[in-house]
């Protein structure tokens, strides 16, 4: 079984251009997560989906940012314009549920780099 | 503001020797997780703590979980070149299903 796919896996761009990473989470997993790793640092959470609802997009910068499920399947997360400390590592997971001690399976990540 | 936060950030070690690491909060955790995460991978689950006391072994790898589940620890016993990496505590907080909030991190480094 095909885990949680992202792509693309690097991005290099110029500060203020847009940018977007998708990602495919297991098929089942109905919750799905955005994170935001700094290098040798924890993931960050950004926002989470239940189904195509997102239930905590509390740590999500909206002025900037933007995301998505569709269907309550495959989502995207955008950036629009892009800034130089959006250099990181984003992570996108799902699980089965949201109940807690739920195993979340991740994807390799983006790698993006603002020049 | 829940942080779970983890000592030490950087340990380098010789093949063979035992380390511990720890994750601390203030906060009670309904659950609390550990991943490894290697160079340009996603983090992966090791084990999920649930019960104050709770302790689990994953061959070399022993995990505990306070009694309190506010804090938990991880040892590696005759560590191995190939447990180098990224070793992530992650919390449930309390009545809110889904959430989980990461340590900053141990990146350990096993040498030959």
């Known amino acids: 079984e095909a885990g949680v ?12 251009q847009p940018v977007a990473f998708w990602c495919n989470p297991i098929s089942g997993h109905n919750t799905l997560y955005w994170y935001r790793q700094n290098l040798g640092q924890g993931p960050e959470l950004l ?14 910068p909206k002025d900037r940012f933007s995301a ?20 990181a590592v984003y992570l ?3 699980s089965l549920s949201g109940a807690a001690g739920t195993e979340a399976f991740f994807g390799q990540g983006t790698r993006l780099t603002v020049v | ?30 659950s609390l997780q550990w991943y490894r995460q290697e160079p340009g991978e996603g983090p992966v689950l090791l ?11 994953l061959k070399r790898l022993t995990f505990q979980f306070g009694d309190a589940r506010k804090d938990s620890s991880l040892h590696i016993t005759a ?34």
């Open chain 2, 79 to 112: 560590a191995q070149t190939g447990d180098t990496g990224l070793y992530l505590c992650a919390g449930a907080p309390l009545g809110n299903t889904g959430k989980l909030i990461f340590g900053q991190g141990t990146t350990l480094q096993v040498k030959p």
């Open chain 1, 92 to 94: 996108c997971a799902s």
């Open chain 1, 5 to 16: 796919v992202q792509s693309p896996r690097y991005k290099i761009i110029e500060k203020k």
């Open chain 2, 1 to 30: 503001t829940q942080l779970l936060k983890q000592s030490p950030q950087f340990l380098s070690i010789q093949e063979g020797e035992n380390l511990t690491v720890y994750c601390n909060s203030s906060s009670v955790f309904s």
């Open chain 1, 68 to 87: 998505e499920r569709l269907k309550g399947v495959d989502s995207t997360l955008k950036i629009q314009p892009a800034e130089l400390g959006d250099s």
């Open chain 2, 47 to 57: 084990v999920t703590v649930v019960t104050g006391g709770e302790v689990k072994k």
């Open chain 1, 47 to 60: 926002i989470r989906y239940e189904n195509e609802e997102a239930v905590d997009d509390s740590q999500l």
